[in-house]
């Protein structure tokens, strides 16, 4: 049975106080201080472990769930982590659609570029990790990983992704690169913004290309996701004529599903995993166990 303590033990290096404490939680230093409301899913009806992708000439980190029991291969959930990598967080999500009756795998898309266990806090953590990994390489290894759900009892043509906050982005984005994608839930994800070479594209620059329907989830009270930026990007959904909904929860701030931390907001929280869910089966599709 899979813990909180032996998940950490298995992931994480241990370093000193905050960081050492948090780690040991089993989520990323940056992400503290760790909130009172964590969800921590139970394990008894799924199968969830660790285990290595090949992708682009490199073994990649993953961690994936699925039900124990099932019939046939299972839909195909690509849960893509946050700016502090695939913590525990990330893990409790995989475990969640598990029990939902996906398989879900998230590929730890930081690796080669180092490890988000080693920075103490946001702002050294977006420059010293996140803006050195280019989308290209994302989304090859997000193909990468929809070919190991392939081998590994996942029916990928019922493949769908989901992510959030710098996963967010990734999730529209990936909603315009495979054209074998059938349905992707971007929580509050960047929608706008400055470009870089390791970022030549932000979602508005994609409205026309999507290739499955996308639901974005954003708070109200998302600071660094002005509102100008979300009516931006629904004009340009409009203007594609592309199968997209965007809602916003008034109250919610970022990271408002993040249970582990002071920005949960339960009531959006929960809403928005219910439409997850319902977007999934209507177009992604959903075998019953």
């Given amino acids: ?160 992704i989901t992510g959030f906050c710098w996963g967010g982005r990734i999730t529209w984005l990936y909603a315009a690169h495979n054209p074998q994608l059938k349905a992707a839930v971007a929580w509050y994800g960047k929608l706008t913004g400055d470009k870089s070479l390791n970022s030549p594209k932000q979602p508005v620059d994609i409205a026309t290309d999507l290739n499955a329907p996308v639901l974005g989830l954003y708070g109200g009270q998302d600071n660094s996701i002005p509102q100008e930026s979300v009516e931006t990007m629904r004009q340009a959904l409009r203007a594609a004529n592309a199968k997209a909904e965007i809602i916003v929860y008034p109250d919610a701030g970022h990271a408002f599903n993040a249970d582990y931390r002071p920005s949960y907001h339960a009531e959006s929280a929960k809403d928005g995993w219910q439409r997850m869910l319902e977007w999934f089966k209507q177009y992604g599709g959903k075998k019953s166990l």
């Fill in 1 to 160: 049975m899979l813990t909180i303590v032996n998940i950490a033990q298995h992931f994480y290096k241990g370093t000193e106080n905050t960081m050492a404490t948090t780690q040991q939680s089993g989520f990323a230093p940056a992400a503290s201080p760790l909130a009172s409301t964590i969800v921590q899913t139970p394990d008894d009806a799924i199968v969830a472990g660790f285990t290595s992708i090949p992708s682009q000439g490199d073994n990649m980190p993953a961690y994936h769930a699925r039900p124990k029991q099932s019939d046939g291969p299972l839909p195909v959930v690509i849960v893509v982590q946050e700016i502090f990598g695939v913590h525990e967080h990330i893990r409790d999500i995989c475990r969640r659609l598990a029990l939902e009756g996906y398989l879900a795998i998230a590929p730890e898309l930081y690796f080669r570029e180092g490890d988000p266990n080693d920075f103490a806090d946001i702002p050294t953590l977006l420059s010293g990790l996140v803006a050195k990994v280019p989308d290209s390489q994302v989304l090859a290894d997000l193909d990468h990983v929809a070919s190991w759900a392939s081998r590994n009892g996942g029916d990928v043509h019922r493949l769908m």
